[in-house]
C-alpha cells in the first residue's frame, strides 16, 4: 500500500526511530503499511476484557502455546507491526517469541473506539500476513467477530458469535470457548 504524499517506513527504520528516541516510551504507536500511527486510548471495559481473554487462554493452553498481551507483531513483508491486544503463538517457550520458532495462529483485538479499524484495515493486514485466524471483540455491540481462511489478502470466512454460544479456535480444536467469557460484566 502506498500513500501518495506520506513517507513509509519499513519494520527495521521504525525500530531504529525508536532507538534514537523519536518516539517515547509513553507513545502508543503501530507500524501499519509503513504509516506510524497512533493507538487508540484504553478505557477500562477495554483493559478489563483484553487482561481477561489474555488469562482465560495462557491457562487454557498452558504449555501449548504463547499468549501475548499487546506485543509487537512483526509483519516485514508488509512493513507493518501492529500490537494487537492478544496474540496465540504456536510455541509455548517464551524464548522463540519473535523468531522463526513460533507463528501466530490466532490474533484477538478487543474493539470500542477502534471498531470499525480493526474489521477493516487489521482484519486485511492480519490476512495479508497469512494469520489463520482473526477475532474482534466488538464492545460496542457485544459480538465476537470471527475471520478465518486467508486467502490473497482477505480472509473468505466472517462468523459473528454472540453471548451464549461458543467456539473453538482453529488450532486447538479441543478447547472451547464461551464468548460470555470474552465481555466485561454490563456494567463495566
Given at each position: 500500500?502506498?500513500?501518495?504524499?506520506?513517507?513509509?517506513?519499513?519494520?527495521?527504520?521504525?525500530?531504529?526511530?525508536?532507538?534514537?528516541?523519536?518516539?517515547?516510551?509513553?507513545?502508543?504507536?503501530?507500524?501499519?503499511?509503513?504509516?506510524?500511527?497512533?493507538?487508540?486510548?484504553?478505557?477500562?471495559?477495554?483493559?478489563?476484557?483484553?487482561?481477561?481473554?489474555?488469562?482465560?487462554?495462557?491457562?487454557?493452553?498452558?504449555?501449548?502455546?504463547?499468549?501475548?498481551?499487546?506485543?509487537?507483531?512483526?509483519?516485514?513483508?508488509?512493513?507493518?507491526?501492529p500490537e494487537p491486544d492478544?496474540?496465540?503463538?504456536?510455541?509455548?517457550?517464551?524464548?522463540?517469541?519473535?523468531?522463526?520458532?513460533?507463528?501466530?495462529?490466532?490474533?484477538?483485538?478487543?474493539?470500542?473506539?477502534?471498531?470499525?479499524?480493526?474489521?477493516?484495515?487489521?482484519?486485511?493486514?492480519?490476512?495479508?500476513?497469512?494469520?489463520?485466524?482473526y477475532w474482534v471483540v466488538?464492545?460496542?455491540?457485544?459480538?465476537?467477530?470471527?475471520?478465518?481462511?486467508?486467502?490473497?489478502?482477505?480472509?473468505?470466512?466472517?462468523?459473528?458469535?454472540?453471548?451464549?454460544?461458543?467456539?473453538?479456535?482453529?488450532?486447538?480444536?479441543?478447547?472451547?470457548?464461551?464468548?460470555?467469557?470474552?465481555?466485561?460484566?454490563?456494567?463495566?
Amino acid at each position: 500500500m502506498n500513500v501518495a504524499g506520506v513517507r513509509q517506513f519499513t519494520v527495521d527504520e521504525y525500530h531504529r526511530m525508536a532507538d534514537v528516541g523519536i518516539f517515547s516510551r509513553d507513545d502508543r504507536l503501530e507500524l501499519i503499511h509503513g504509516v506510524v500511527r497512533k493507538m487508540s486510548p484504553r478505557n477500562r471495559s477495554h483493559v478489563v476484557a483484553t487482561s481477561e481473554i489474555r488469562q482465560l487462554f495462557a491457562r487454557s493452553l498452558a504449555g501449548r502455546a504463547g499468549v501475548y498481551e499487546a506485543k509487537p507483531l512483526r509483519l516485514d513483508a508488509l512493513d507493518s507491526e501492529p500490537e494487537p491486544d492478544v496474540a496465540i503463538y504456536s510455541n509455548p517457550d517464551l524464548r522463540a517469541y519473535g523468531t522463526d520458532r513460533t507463528e501466530a495462529l490466532l490474533v484477538i483485538e478487543v474493539a470500542d473506539s477502534s471498531l470499525q479499524d480493526d474489521l477493516t484495515t487489521k482484519a486485511e493486514l492480519y490476512a495479508q500476513g497469512g494469520i489463520p485466524e482473526y477475532w474482534v471483540v466488538d464492545l460496542v455491540h457485544r459480538v465476537l467477530n470471527v475471520f478465518r481462511d486467508p486467502k490473497d489478502g482477505v480472509y473468505r470466512v466472517r462468523q459473528t458469535h454472540v453471548p451464549g454460544s461458543r467456539l473453538t479456535p482453529l488450532s486447538w480444536p479441543d478447547f472451547w470457548v464461551e464468548v460470555n467469557a470474552l465481555f466485561p460484566p454490563e456494567s463495566s
